[in-house]
């Protein structure tokens, strides 16, 4: 698994959240998607590694402004994986 964070500009309220998280899950496979428009960002849980360049071309159409990503290996966090 993998979390790509991307900084994202313009979106001014929960409905531009919306659109942008919609446009993710349209443009690619995705597990989880959250868009925040207080943090100006947007993180993306996926199989595959996302890259900027793509990412950037999903996010153009939508009016936002895509400003740079990151993409780093992700492993989800089990409750019952906590150590003592």
């Not at 698994?1 to 659109?19: D, Q």
């Not at 402004?65 to 990151?70: I, K």
């Amino acid at each position: 698994m993998y979390r790509t964070t991307a900084e994202i500009k313009g979106m001014m309220c929960g409905m531009c959240e919306a659109h942008v998280q919609d446009a993710v899950r349209a443009g690619m496979k995705v597990k989880k998607v959250r868009a925040s428009h207080t943090k100006n960002r947007l993180e993306i849980i996926s199989e595959a590694p996302i890259s900027e360049a793509e990412l950037k071309s999903i996010i153009a159409p939508t009016g936002y402004e895509f400003v740079s990503s990151s993409c780093e290996e992700y492993e989800k966090k089990s409750l019952f994986s906590r150590k003592k």
